[in-house]
C-alpha cells in the first residue's frame, strides 16, 4: 500500500496517496502521508509529527533519519516557512550542504541572496541535486522565476520555467503561479487572471499566492468584489493551513481593500524577513494607497499567531 500510495505522491495525485495512507504509522506512511495531507490543506499530521522528531521510526537508520529531516525542511520552505526551516535544520544539526539544491535555492531567495538562489537553480535543473524525489522544485521555480522578474529578467524567467516543465516536478499547480507572473511583466492581464484561477482548482498549498495575486489584479482594475472573492478563499485557507505566509497575504489583501490599516501587515512581512516578499507587500500597499505605517512601539499577540502593532 505504501509503494502504491509513493506511486501516486510521484504522479502528482496527492489527495488519492493521502486516503491510502490515513491510518499507516510506517515511517514512510508517516512522511508521505503528513506531506500528502498538508498539500491538501490539512496541516495537523504534518504537524504533530513534526513536534514528535524524538518518536520518528527513521532514528534507528541514519540514512532514512537525513531523508526524512531533509523532506520536512523541504514541506517548510514550500509553505515559505524560513524560521521553522532553519530551526528544524538547527535543533537536528543538520548541514545546510546535505540539503538538496531545491531547497539550498529556496532559502537563498528568502534570505535576499537572488544571485545564489538563481544559481542553485540552475544547478537543480542540470541534475546535480542528489538521489530521491525532490518535494520542493516546483516552489523553487515559482521562488527563481520572482526573483529573476523582479531583476527584470522576464526572458530568463521564461527559459528557466520552460526547462522546469520539462522535468514534470510534483506540485506541478505552482509552475501554473510563476507562468501567470511572467503573463503580468508582459502585460497579460486576462491570460494571467485564468491561469491563477486554474492554480487554485486543486492541492491546497501555495494558493494564497494564486489568492494574493488574483486580489491585486483585481484591484488594479477596480473590482473590489472579485477581490472580497480572494479574500474568502484567504480567510477558508487560513482556517485550515495558519502559516505565516497565508496569513501575511490575508493581512495583505484586508489592507489593500481598506478594511483594516497597513501596520499589521508590514509588521508581519519584517517579521519573516524574507526581503522579495516585504518589498511586494510594501509595493502592493503602496499602489493601494494603504496608509504608511509609523514606529512600532509595542505588539499584542492574537489567537492567530499574528501581532498586532501598537503605535505612536
Known amino acids: 500500500m505504501v509503494s502504491r500510495a509513493i506511486a501516486l505522491c510521484l504522479r502528482d495525485r496527492w489527495t488519492e496517496a493521502a486516503e491510502l495512507l ?14 500528502a495531507e498538508l498539500w491538501d490543506g490539512r496541516s495537523a499530521r504534518f504537524g ?41 535544520l538547527a535543533d537536528e544539526a543538520f548541514p545546510e550542504s546535505g540539503l538538496r539544491d531545491s ?31 525532490d518535494i520542493g522544485a516546483s516552489a523553487m521555480h515559482l521562488s527563481t ?34 507562468e501567470a507572473r511572467i503573463d503580468i511583466a508582459a502585460g497579460e492581464i486576462e491570460r494571467a487572471t485564468r491561469r491563477l484561477h486554474a492554480a487554485t482548482r ?25 477581490a472580497k472573492q480572494a479574500l474568502d478563499a484567504l480567510n477558508a485557507l487560513a482556517a485550515a493551513m495558519p ?11 484586508r ?13 508581519l512581512a519584517r517579521e519573516r524577513d524574507q526581503p522579495l516578499e516585504l518589498a511586494v507587500v510594501a509595493e502592493r500597499l503602496a499602489s493601494r494607497a494603504a496608509r504608511s505605517p509609523r514606529p512600532v512601539r509595542r505588539t499584542r499577540r492574537h489567537a492567530d499567531g499574528s501581532s498586532a502593532s501598537a503605535v505612536r
Open 22 to 35: 490515513a491510518g499507516n504509522d510506517s515511517w514512510l506512511g508517516e512522511l508521505f502521508g503528513g506531506l
Open 202 to 226: 486543486g492541492l491546497a498549498v501555495g494558493t494564497d499566492i494564486a489568492w494574493a495575486d488574483l486580489a491585486d489584479l483585481a484591484l488594479r482594475r477596480n473590482d473590489r468584489a472579485s
Open 48 to 88: 504533530a509529527n513534526l513536534t514528535e522528531r524524538e518518536r520518528w521510526p527513521s532514528r534507528t537508520v541514519p540514512r532514512h533519519l537525513n531523508d526524512q529531516i531533509a523532506s520536512y525542511v523541504a514541506a517548510l520552505l514550500v509553505l515559505g516557512e524560513r524560521a521553522r526551516a532553519e530551526k528544524l
Open 103 to 133: 531547497e539550498r535555492s529556496l532559502l537563498a531567495a528568502m534570505r535576499g541572496q537572488p544571485a545564489l538562489a538563481i544559481d542553485f537553480a540552475h544547478r537543480s535543473l542540470a541534475g546535480r541535486s542528489g538521489p530521491g524525489h
Open 255 to 267: 489592507a489593500c481593500l481598506g478594511e483594516e490599516p497597513a501596520d499589521e501587515c508590514l509588521w
Open 145 to 178: 522565476v520572482s526573483v529573476l522578474l523582479s531583476r527584470g529578467k522576464p526572458t530568463e524567467a521564461r527559459e528557466l520555467l520552460t526547462a522546469a516543465r520539462a522535468t514534470a516536478p510534483t506540485l506541478a499547480h505552482l509552475l501554473g503561479i510563476a
Open 243 to 253: 502559516t505565516g505566509r497565508v496569513l501575511l497575504h490575508r493581512h495583505l489583501v
